[in-house]
Nanobody
């Protein structure tokens, strides 16, 4: 299993970015797919999840600003991030899992998002 993230960058507060992740080596449509981030000096945290059944969920701090979407035909999951805040700064990763199993032990390099105030 492999995940390759892209789309990060430097943006001013209030700006937008769109992250993309391409998955390989897994039956993508059967996975719940998620975006995580690791803020500077902190542990990795779950940001948004797209369930295989079509529903989505978000951590409270990004709800209403971020939108997760997926394209099962391209094995791709995206994260549209609007109204970015400095506290959104971090390295963003994607991962997947089947049902309630553990996330795949296949973390990619991630993509850096930096939001300046």
């Amino acid at each position: 299993v492999q995940f390759v993230e892209s789309g990060g960058g430097l943006v001013q507060a209030g700006g937008s970015l769109r992250l993309s992740c391409v998955a390989s080596g897994t039956t993508f449509a059967q996975n719940n797919m998620a975006w995580f981030r690791r803020p500077p000096g902190n542990q990795r945290e779950l940001v948004a999840i797209s369930y295989s059944g079509g529903t989505t969920d978000y951590t409270a701090s990004v709800r209403g600003r971020f939108t997760i979407s997926r394209d099962n035909t391209k094995s791709t999951v995206s994260l549209q991030m609007d109204n970015l805040r400095p506290e959104d700064t971090g390295v963003y990763y994607c991962n997947g899992r089947r049902g309630g199993r553990n996330w795949y032990d296949a973390w990619g390099q991630g993509t850096q998002v930096t939001v300046s105030s």
